[in-house]
């Protein structure tokens, strides 16, 4: 028998909360009997919420936390003073041991300063990268760093590269994955003092497959399957992607609707369309990845759905299966 996955999820953070976090935590469970998901959060609203649901409460246990961080507070300080929060709640799980991971829609700097603070980094590791899995025209790429070091070393780009080889790997499954540089220019002294001094390191490493910069037009037709950038680079990057697409969809939308002809077009390429629409939809790809840490961290999107909250639930399964953090902790070994 599989040994089982417990997964804290913080019911209390994002926009949809609790109701679709419930809703994601009770499909999640129903999916798989894998998994038994720990809901960190006010007691008798998850109890009411948990009643629409029928579902095995062997895979499932409330975690009373009566505090809430909401996204505007001051991310340290929110930690330190709301210790009975349902983020800090999960973040003790993972770190006692009791949870293999967790997951939150909430506060993205609460996650990323408890992901440090309280779970704590791997030994070796210098900064843990926020790694979201985006679509591209033929699969899957991991990008890192997306969201935690807008101030990033070449030393560290060069450990994001490692530990997104390892999860695009054995995770993604894409095997010897293409390792590519964010960069303004494809030759090699182009961009600035960071990725020239992290060009070197990276291109010398044999433990990962390089194969020099990526500009950001090449991304949506998968110029690599490792995107390695600091985080201000990422970020831009991710939200771009994400609202190029949504600008598409909606116009592509619009035009379909325009007149009878293109009426009558749409309901002819609406299987083909549907197909392709969905090949885009980062929700089925769960959430971003803290790695790095002595657990693992899931950060969602705020204003994730059950869909999202499942499936970032589910990808617990994997990093734990195919022990990522072991394999990490391996690759530390042999930097020291």
Do not use: W
Request: charged share 25%; proline share 4%.
């Amino acid at each position: 028998m599989a040994e089982m996955v417990n997964v804290a999820v913080d019911a209390m953070g994002g926009d949809n909360a609790p109701c679709e976090t419930v809703k994601g935590a009770v499909e999640a469970i129903n999916a798989d009997g894998r998994v038994k998901v720990f809901l960190a959060g006010r007691e008798p609203a998850l109890k009411e919420e948990l009643k629409k649901y029928t579902y095995n409460a062997e895979q499932l246990e409330i975690v009373h936390a009566e505090e809430v961080i909401e996204t505007g507070e001051p991310p340290v300080m929110a930690i330190r003073k709301k210790k009975d929060s349902s983020i800090v709640r999960c973040m003790y799980l993972v770190k006692e041991g009791k949870c293999d991971a967790l997951v939150s829609a909430g506060s993205t700097g609460a996650v990323l300063v408890g992901g440090q603070v309280i779970v704590g980094r791997i030994k070796g590791v210098e900064r843990p990268p926020l790694a979201p899995v985006i679509p591209h025209m033929n699969g899957v790429s991991l990008l890192l760093d997306c969201g935690a070091n807008v101030d990033a070393r070449p030393s560290q780009l060069l450990q994001f590269a490692k530990m997104g080889s390892i999860y695009m790997e054995s995770v993604i499954g894409v095997k010897n994955p293409r390792v590519g540089l964010v960069n303004i220019g494809t030759e090699e002294e182009k961009g600035n003092a960071l990725t020239r001094e992290a060009y070197p390191l990276l291109k010398s490493c044999p433990e990962i497959n390089f194969i020099g910069n990526v500009e950001a037009r090449d991304i949506p037709e998968g110029g690599a399957d490792v995107l390695v950038c600091e985080a201000f680079a990422g970020n831009v990057v991710l939200k771009m992607l994400e609202g190029v697409s949504a600008a598409l969809i909606a116009k592509i939308k619009a035009g379909m609707m325009m007149n009878l002809r293109s009426k009558i077009g749409a309901l002819l390429v609406k299987p083909a369309l549907k197909q392709t629409l969905k090949d885009f939809n980062t929700e089925a790809y769960g959430g971003a990845p803290l790695l790095g840490l002595n657990g693992l961290v899931v950060k969602t999107h705020g204003n994730s759905k059950a869909v999202e909250i499942k499936n970032s639930i589910l990808q617990c399964i994997a990093f734990k299966e195919q022990k990522i953090n072991q394999k990490i902790k391996e690759q530390m070994v042999l930097e020291d």
